[in-house]
């Protein structure tokens, strides 16, 4: 099993350009998530999706976009990009266990340069 | 809101001895789960241990252990016999019962000295 997989590894883009982030899961889990990692702060919640056909905004929502493509597949969208979003982002999923130790695995993660 | 915090933003250790790492977190919730995670240079977010809530027994995997003191909020991390292979940034984590949100701490960084 490859896990959490997340293409590209590595983006650089000028402002205002868009671009789609890919994450893919083969473990079968039901929910997806997006999270970016900026110095000193942390991982923090973009987007997730508890299931397929639905989506939730998380803490930091604004400037993306997602979609859950089917249950294997989350992408995330920055349709105008800002330095601001210059992060590195990180996919994760988990089966979804409401009650219990849902534990969320990572994929390798995504550095995006904004300039 | 919950929040975690990792006050220690850098430890370091002698390779062979024993860390600890803290966290403390802020909720008014019974129901919850706490995670630690480690990321390596190769930034991967590796699950290192977790602890249920409602369990009064400290989790342990292997050289990693926990102690939990919930009255407190209390979740530190103890890594024995550190190894070269530990250094990583260290995350405490929390999802209280029925979120999807894991809620991170806002890292330690881990030296291993040889």
């Known amino acids: 099993n490859a896990g959490v997989t997340q293409t590209p590894k590595f983006q650089v883009l000028k402002t205002g350009q868009s671009m789609t982030l890919q994450c893919a899961q083969d473990?079968?889990?039901?929910?997806m998530y997006w999270y970016r990692q900026d110095p000193g702060m942390g991982l923090r919640l973009i987007y997730y999706s508890a299931s397929e056909g639905t989506t939730d905004k998380g803490e930091v929502p604004n400037g993306y976009n997602v979609s859950r493509l089917n249950k294997r597949e989350f992408s995330l969208r920055l349709e105008s990009a800002a330095p601001s979003q210059t992060s590195v982002y990180f996919c994760?999923?988990?089966?979804?266990?409401?009650?219990?130790?849902?534990?969320?695995?990572f994929g390798p993660g995504t550095r995006l340069t904004v300039l | 809101a919950q929040t975690v915090t990792q006050s220690q933003p850098e430890m370091s250790v002698q390779e062979a001895e024993t860390v600890t790492l803290s966290c403390t977190y802020d909720t008014s919730e019974s129901d919850y789960y706490l995670f630690w995670y480690k990321q390596p240079p190769s930034r991967q977010m590796i699950l290192v241990i977790r602890q249920e809530a409602y369990k009064q027994q400290n989790a342990t995997e292997n050289r990693f252990s926990v102690n939990f003191q919930k009255a407190a909020k209390s979740f530190s991390l103890k890594i024995s016999d550190s190894q070269l292979g530990d250094a990583a940034m260290y995350f405490c984590?929390?999802?209280?019962?029925?979120?999807?949100?894991?809620?991170f701490g806002q890292g330690t960084r881990l030296t291993i000295n040889p």
């Open positions: 994760a999923s988990s089966e979804a266990l409401f009650r219990g130790a849902d534990t969320q695995y």
């Open positions: 473990m079968n889990h039901n929910s």
């Open positions: 984590a929390y999802r209280r019962e029925g979120a999807q949100k894991l809620v």
